[in-house]
């Protein structure tokens, strides 16, 4: 919510969202440093079409240990990570070729 360069990829990830809403093998989600209520005001004006889930400063900080926001981390069904990139355009280029 306070991170401009998350915010200013919303549109390319929206994008995104909607060309494989669809699939059932994806799931689009955000974690946010955020509380609910911030969250709420905040997704009420602001498009965003990832499921968000608050209150994650903790886990973000302490397990995954993320430095620089954005961070787009891809995990496949098995539980390993298969990218860590911080530009949604490198991420997505990713899910396109793995998927092809």
Do not use: G
């Not at 886990?59 to 891809?74: R, V």
């Amino acid at each position: 919510m306070n991170c401009r360069a998350c915010v200013a990829e919303f549109p390319e990830l929206n994008e995104f969202v909607e060309k494989h809403k669809n699939r059932n093998d994806i799931i689009f989600l955000s974690l946010a440093l955020d509380s609910k209520s911030e969250l709420d005001d905040f997704l009420e004006k602001t498009v965003f079409k990832y499921d968000v889930i608050p209150n994650q400063k903790e886990f973000i900080n302490k397990t995954l240990n993320l430095q620089i926001y954005p961070t787009h981390i891809i995990v496949n069904k098995n539980r390993s990570i298969l990218k860590v990139s911080n530009k949604a355009l490198e991420m997505i280029s990713f899910l396109e070729k793995e998927n092809n």
